[in-house]
């Protein structure tokens, strides 16, 4: 009940202190295990995350560095987040966060591994990739915008423009003993260059001209050109009737 509460809070600051914008909703499932990973460019990036459309049940993985920030620790401990210390193998964690997809929760994670100073994408780390090759649940990509300089904007009582997308699932294959290293990797390049794809150029960073990446960019203006299309052949019916 608490975290229903805070959500609530939540949502309603949000709406009163931002313009935030949602795009993509309809590709979060409604229920079931289901990893959602994130780009990390700022501490707003968890309020935005946590209110994911339709998953009141979102949890995230959340390093103990935020220990220190008594408000961020009292948000987190009452979102019920997965603490995790990011300097240590910390297997702890990751149990849990299993646990937690087995469970049918939607688990937020940044797949870089730590907060991004400077807006730009690094380079991502196995234990996104990991989780969903041992737990087989889909992971959404989530391109998060606006959020890099938006405490500064809120200090001088202007509200930030912050956009979430969500992308279409990816569902992981079955674990390759046999190719664990080369699995990892691959799934891992894929949800990075799915989150950039999203994102504008300046944001690409590690990402930038990956062949991946321009594969979803030349399949995302294919896709822009063919709805452009369609609503010019709409507005041609429309004034002809």
Not at 62 to 72: A, E, F, G, Q
Request: with cysteine; aromatic share 6%; glycine share 10%.
């Amino acid at each position: 009940m608490k975290s229903h509460r805070l959500r609530s809070i939540i949502r309603t600051l949000m709406k009163l202190l931002t313009r935030t914008e949602t795009i993509g909703a309809e590709n979060i499932p409604p229920s079931g295990g289901v990893l959602l990973a994130c780009n990390h460019m700022s501490r707003m990036d968890i309020p935005v995350l946590f209110l994911t459309p339709g998953r009141p049940d979102m949890t995230a993985l959340v390093t103990t560095k935020y220990l220190k920030h008594p408000l961020l620790r009292w948000f987190i401990v009452t979102a019920e987040g997965i603490w995790l210390d990011r300097d240590t193998a910390d297997f702890s964690a990751f149990r849990k966060a299993v646990e937690a997809l087995k469970a049918g929760k939607a688990l937020g994670i940044a797949p870089e591994g730590t907060r991004s100073v400077t807006s730009q994408l690094l380079e991502g780390k196995p234990g996104t990739a990991l989780l969903a090759l041992r737990t087989g649940v889909p992971i959404i990509p989530v391109a998060i915008s606006g959020t890099e300089d938006s405490v500064e904007k809120l200090l001088r009582f202007k509200r930030p423009h912050i956009t979430a997308e969500y992308g279409e699932p990816i569902y992981p294959p079955k674990l390759d003993r046999g190719n664990r290293e080369g699995q990892l990797q691959g799934l891992t390049d894929e949800i990075m260059c799915q989150i950039a794809s999203m994102l504008p150029e300046k944001y690409h960073g590690f990402y930038t001209g990956n062949p991946r990446l321009k594969e979803l960019l030349a399949a995302r203006q294919q896709d822009a050109g063919k709805i452009s299309k369609a609503a010019g052949a709409l507005g041609k019916t429309g004034a002809t009737t």
